[in-house]
């Protein structure tokens, strides 16, 4: 599990570990939704509420915009066959305890519709997107008066440009004076995807330090027990294909039934208990921290990448400022929006943080869920040349590590100050 968890996604200083009150109300954080212990794999959250309204005189004129793509099926061309076959092979050898054996059975029967859909947006991530478009112009109807233009960038991955273009319909739906442009591709990774191999100016992290890694594994062997967890499912697990990803694709492939458009048999997604999906959440929140936070000892690559991504939100608008473009539109994966996040401080997810245990009070990967979204959106005044910026993380009012110029609104030229340097 410890090699698992790491190919998944291989300030502040906090003095203690969590207290156990502190653990307990995170561990009912994360179980009260039923989709957050997936992490990255979670559902796009609802009930956002209209955000905080401007100071007096402002208003809205202008969104940048970064957002991942909607629910999908799980990614990978064999994931599906080589999980099936993997249980297929243990009933047949008779190495299934009844738990394991329910479980097959479930698996077996919404296998056929898994099947050749891997990494495929599904209608709710469809959906997710135009629920997010209908939000923005709810939220800011004033950058939709008059003629509205609109620029959108998205990697080559279908999912992500099936995305973008339901977010730009639905737009287009409520707005009829909206035009908009699109385009896709490797000239853009070096923002959009940067840790993507497709980026011409890819460059891989350093290895993590032995201290980092020493710290991971006592992590995880203090976190998870993987061979009890298995002994609930198999007798024996010899000659049936298991390797060392197998718990973390047991992970992905149970959560990610809530991406679904069908229905699971129930006997597919209660295999995991309340603790063990905790469990599962910690170690791979952890494991994402290390990836594209800021965690001790770890090559930071996969965060200074995305001073990137920040000039390009900065010089972007100087050009869309005067070439009378509303919004600009990026879509992407997790694995870019994540680090984005962590790299502007928003929420304080740039925390450095020592402590495994104390890392799930500030870096939470389910708020990086399926169609993760951060909007920067602008307003200006006729009494002022000042700008100010509001930040929403998923339709939620978001903070900066920056000072406020009024409760949840910031000043431009702070921003611009703080993120114009490329760090790489």
């Given at each position: 599990m410890r090699k698992l968890f790491l190919s998944l996604s291989i300030a502040l200083a906090c003095a203690a570990s969590l207290s156990a009150q502190d653990r307990q109300w995170a561990k009912e954080d994360v179980l009260a939704d039923p989709t957050r212990w997936g992490g990255t794999f979670g559902m796009y959250p609802e009930g956002q509420p209209l955000p905080p309204r401007p100071p007096k005189g402002y208003k809205p004129f202008y969104i940048s915009h970064m957002g991942?793509?909607?629910?999908?099926?799980?990614?990978?061309?064999?994931?599906?066959?080589?999980?099936?076959?993997?249980w297929k092979t243990a009933s047949e050898k008779g190495q299934l305890t009844p738990a394991g054996q329910r479980f097959y059975e479930a698996f077996a029967k919404?296998?056929?519709?898994?099947?050749?859909?891997?990494?495929?947006?599904?209608?709710k991530g469809q959906q997710q997107h135009r629920r997010i478009a209908s939000q923005m112009y709810r939220n800011y109807p004033e950058v939709f008066k008059g003629k509205t233009n609109v620029v959108a960038i998205s990697t080559e991955s279908s999912r992500v440009i099936v995305s973008m273009l339901c977010c730009l319909d639905e737009l287009g739906d409520l707005d009829r004076d909206l035009t908009f442009e699109v385009d896709y591709g490797r000239p853009y990774y070096s923002m959009l995807i940067p840790e993507s191999h497709s980026n011409p100016a890819y460059k891989a992290?350093?290895?993590?330090?032995?201290?980092?890694?020493?710290?991971?594994?006592?992590?995880?062997?203090?976190?998870?027990?993987?061979?009890?967890?298995?002994?609930?499912?198999?007798?024996?697990?010899?000659?049936?294909?298991?390797?060392?990803?197998?718990?973390?694709?047991?992970?992905?492939?149970?959560?990610?039934?809530s991406n679904l458009d069908f229905p699971v048999p129930e006997a597919l997604t209660d295999i995991f208990t309340p603790e063990d999906r905790y469990a599962i959440?910690?170690?791979?929140?952890?494991?994402?921290?290390?990836?594209?936070?800021?965690?001790?000892?770890?090559?930071?690559?996969?965060?200074l990448e995305m001073s990137v991504t920040a000039k390009?939100?900065?010089?972007?608008?100087?050009?869309d400022f005067l070439s009378g473009v509303a919004m600009r539109m990026r879509f992407s994966h997790d694995t870019a929006l994540a680090p984005l996040i962590s790299y502007l401080g928003v929420n304080g997810m740039d925390a450095q943080i020592e402590d495994p245990y104390?890392?799930?009070?500030?870096?939470?990967?389910?708020?990086?869920?399926?169609?993760?979204?951060l909007q920067i959106v602008f307003f200006k005044s006729r009494k002022t040349s000042d700008i100010l910026i509001q930040v929403l993380l998923n339709g939620f009012c978001a903070t900066l590590p920056l000072p406020e110029a009024a409760p949840g609104f910031y000043h431009w030229s702070d921003f611009r100050k703080r993120f114009s340097e490329i760090k790489i």
């Open positions: 991942r793509h909607g629910a999908r099926f799980v990614d990978g061309s064999s994931f599906y066959p080589k999980m099936y076959e993997l919404v296998y056929p519709r898994m099947l050749y859909h891997e990494g495929i947006l599904t209608k992290m350093e290895p993590f330090s032995e201290e980092a890694m020493a710290r991971y594994e006592r992590f995880a062997s203090e976190v998870i027990d993987e061979d009890a967890l298995k002994a609930r499912w198999f007798t024996s697990t010899e000659g049936i294909g298991m390797d060392g990803d197998f718990m973390y694709n047991m992970m992905q492939l149970v959560s990610d039934c959440w910690r170690l791979q929140n952890y494991s994402d921290y290390m990836y594209t936070g800021v965690a001790p000892g770890v090559d930071k690559r996969r965060f390009d939100i900065i010089d972007r608008f100087n050009e104390d890392v799930e009070k500030v870096w939470r990967s389910y708020n990086i869920p399926m169609a993760c979204n």
